[in-house]
Antibody
Framework: QLQLQESGPGLVKPSETLSLTCSVSGGSISDNVYYWDWIRQSPGKGLEWVAS???????YYSPSLKSRGSISVDTSKNQFSLKLTSVTAADTAVYYC??????????????WGQGTLVTVTS | QSALTQPASVSGSPGQSITISCTGTGSDVGSYNLVSWFQQHPGKAPKLLIY???KRPSGVSNRFSGSKSGNTASLTISGLQAEDEGHYYCCSYVRDSIPVRFGGGTNLSVL
């Protein structure tokens, strides 16, 4: 059974960089039918797609990040990571990592991590 | 990018059926049969209910069904149960550079 686990600091100061890692177990991050996503949810709000990566390194970002985001993959560790620079209070959210089937295979997310709360505060 | 449009809240009585709509545009919902639906309970990760508009993952009750007409997708829950209370989100493919667009979410109350 696939499992995803987010890790990273729960508190980040304004203007600093948020860094999160998602560790994938029970499956290979290099499987060519999957994409790997970061999705966030601000307190009391809805889901927001943040970024995606394919095992080959192709990356995709939400326009709302305004070039502050960077997603990377480490196939040797079966992990992928998110960095978000110049954070503000608006970046406070539960961040989920997730596995998504490629658009050619349905484009649906069937596995999620448990989520990790990141609070931007001085 | 704008979120897909869902009603903020819906309610129903146990045993009844309800439908949650998800309205997009001809560039997302209307262009692809790549709409999925999620259920989320407080403090939990979302759970996949429907994918590719109408398909149900193994283990999801057949009380949940999906459909689409034009730019609007719908999730129908029949035989409402108390455990169905929670938030529901739709999701659509847009294009390769924006593979995921969520709806704003709908809060379902079972009265």
């Amino acid at each position: 059974q696939l499992q995803l686990q987010e890790s990273g600091p729960g508190l980040v100061k304004p203007s600093e960089t948020l860094s999160l890692t998602c560790s994938v177990s029970g499956g290979s991050i290099s499987d060519n039918v999957y994409y790997w996503d970061w999705i966030r949810q601000s307190p009391g709000k809805g889901l927001e797609w943040v970024a995606s990566i394919y095992y080959s390194g192709n990356t995709y970002y939400s326009p709302s990040l305004k070039s502050r985001g960077s997603i990377s993959v480490d196939t040797s560790k079966n992990q992928f990571s998110l960095k978000l620079t110049s954070v503000t209070a608006a970046d406070t959210a539960v961040y989920y990592c997730a596995k998504r089937w490629a658009p050619s295979a349905g484009n649906f997310i069937d596995f999620w991590g448990q989520g990790t709360l990141v609070t931007v505060t001085s | 990018q704008s979120a897909l449009t869902q009603p903020a809240s819906v309610s129903g009585s146990p045993g009844q059926s309800i439908t949650i709509s998800c309205t997009g545009t001809g560039s997302d919902v209307g262009s692809y049969n790549l709409v999925s639906w999620f259920q989320q309970h407080p403090g939990k990760a979302p759970k996949l209910l429907i994918y590719e508009v109408t398909k149900r993952p193994s283990g999801v009750s057949n009380r949940f069904s999906g459909s689409k007409s034009g730019n609007t997708a719908s999730l129908t829950i029949s035989g409402l149960q108390a455990e169905d209370e929670g938030h529901y989100y739709c999701c659509s493919y847009v294009r390769d550079s924006i593979p995921v667009r969520f709806g704003g979410g709908t809060n379902l109350s079972v009265l």
